[in-house]
């Protein structure tokens, strides 16, 4: 009985001590700040330590352990009717609780959002909402937006302009000059001020974008936002021109 009793605390200890310890160990003992990856090695030990409720519930009376059952069973339908309403865009999943997708970026960016993967969304949806209008891309991923050209669907882009000093100064008239109205799709690890390598239609190969090179961005509001990853604004001559005056303004470096 005694061995019992300590193998029961030992395991329960484990599901506990384990992930809170390698949390805590990647959040204080490391420079590691780039993704929620480092930590999911945790998530095998949480789940376990969920998975105890079902038998804690089962020790209920009758009518609490029906109630028990129920609240359960409701919470995992919620959990998979929610992870399915934003399919095939998995990696923008984020609860009710945190605002859902459409407010995740408030909370996590880089590659917990954005891995470039929405490139061939965007251009589906300047097809059927922008076909032949020039915008403005700023891209958080590997590869030039151009790659469309070669597979004979291009699109009319260029990069938008950085605030001043944040890149080289660049050859094309476009991205080497001030905001302009017109359509814009802007990276949310880009409009969160994330330093990156950028890519304009004047070359294949990509420019250094430092920090906060786009992060103006993120005093309009998007129409639209592709896989949530992506977002899409339309300025009008206010905007543009409020988004000018906010790009020129200089901002001290975060470290």
Not at 225 to 253: M, N, T
Request: glycine share 8%; aromatic share 12%.
């Amino acid at each position: 009985m005694m061995r019992r009793n300590m193998e029961s605390w030992f395991e329960e200890a484990a599901t506990l001590v384990v992930p809170v310890f390698m949390i805590l160990a990647m959040t204080f003992l490391t420079d590691i700040n780039i993704g929620l990856r480092y930590i999911l090695p945790a998530l095998p030990y949480l789940y376990v330590g969920c998975g105890r409720v079902v038998p804690w519930i089962s020790q209920w009376p009758s009518k609490k352990r029906q109630t028990g059952f129920a609240i359960l069973a409701l919470s995992v339908c919620t959990a998979g009717v929610s992870s399915a309403s934003i399919a095939p865009h998995f990696l923008a999943y984020f609860n009710i609780l945190g605002g859902g997708p459409n407010r995740g970026d408030e909370h996590l960016i880089d590659s917990n959002l954005d891995w470039g993967q929405d490139l061939i969304g965007l251009q589906k949806w300047l097809s059927a909402n922008a076909s032949g209008e020039a915008v403005g891309i700023a891209y958080f991923g590997q590869i030039n937006p151009d790659i469309f050209r070669l597979r004979n669907t291009p699109i009319d882009w260029y990069l938008p302009p950085s605030r001043p000093g944040t890149m080289p100064v660049l050859p094309s008239g476009r991205a080497s000059g001030s905001i302009k109205p017109g359509l814009y799709a802007v990276s949310a690890s880009l409009a969160h001020g994330l330093p990156w390598r950028v890519y304009d239609a004047s070359r294949w190969a990509p420019y250094q974008a430092d920090q906060s090179a786009f992060d103006y961005f993120l005093k309009v509001k998007p129409i639209a936002k592709i896989g949530w990853s992506i977002f899409i604004y339309r300025l009008d001559e206010q905007q543009a021109e409020a988004l000018e005056q906010e790009r020129k303004r200089s901002i001290p470096v975060r470290k």
